[in-house]
């Protein structure tokens, strides 16, 4: 079983900047896929990006081009690195991961593994 540990929250200022990261530790073949979602106060939990072993990334219309997704293979560590942050980016933060091709499109059912949240708090 493949177990998810998030760090790289805090509180920032409008326009600033934070990188999260998530260790993985489990058998081999089971973060094949892995992605990031949120949650804010009030809202459902929504995909923020993906991305697969091969690299290939993809990305909520609201995050395109101030959020980029990345991976260590090797040490099997997953990185958000969020520019230019907003208030209403404002949420916890999921890691998750899964050894069957899924997208965080699919939806939060879809994946198989969670991490515990970490939180980013955007001010203006």
């Known amino acids: 079983q493949v177990r998810l540990v998030e760090s790289g929250g805090g509180s920032v200022q409008a326009g600033g900047s934070l990188r999260l990261s998530c260790e993985a530790s489990?058998?081999?073949?089971?973060?094949?896929?892995a992605g990031w979602f949120r949650q804010g106060s009030g809202t459902e939990r929504e995909g923020v990006a993906g991305?697969?072993?091969?690299?290939?990334?993809n990305y909520a219309d609201s995050v395109k081009g101030r959020f980029t997704i990345s991976r260590d293979n090797v040490n099997d560590v997953l990185y958000l690195q969020m520019d230019n942050l907003q208030p209403e980016d404002t949420a916890m933060y999921y890691c998750?991961?899964?050894?069957?091709?899924?997208?965080?499109?699919?939806?939060?059912?879809?994946?198989?593994?969670w991490g515990q949240g970490t939180q980013v708090t955007v001010s203006s």
């Open positions: 991305i697969d072993n091969d690299g290939s990334t």
């Open positions: 998750v991961v899964d050894r069957f091709p899924v997208e965080v499109e699919n939806g939060v059912s879809a994946w198989a593994t």
């Open positions: 489990g058998p081999p073949g089971t973060t094949m896929f």
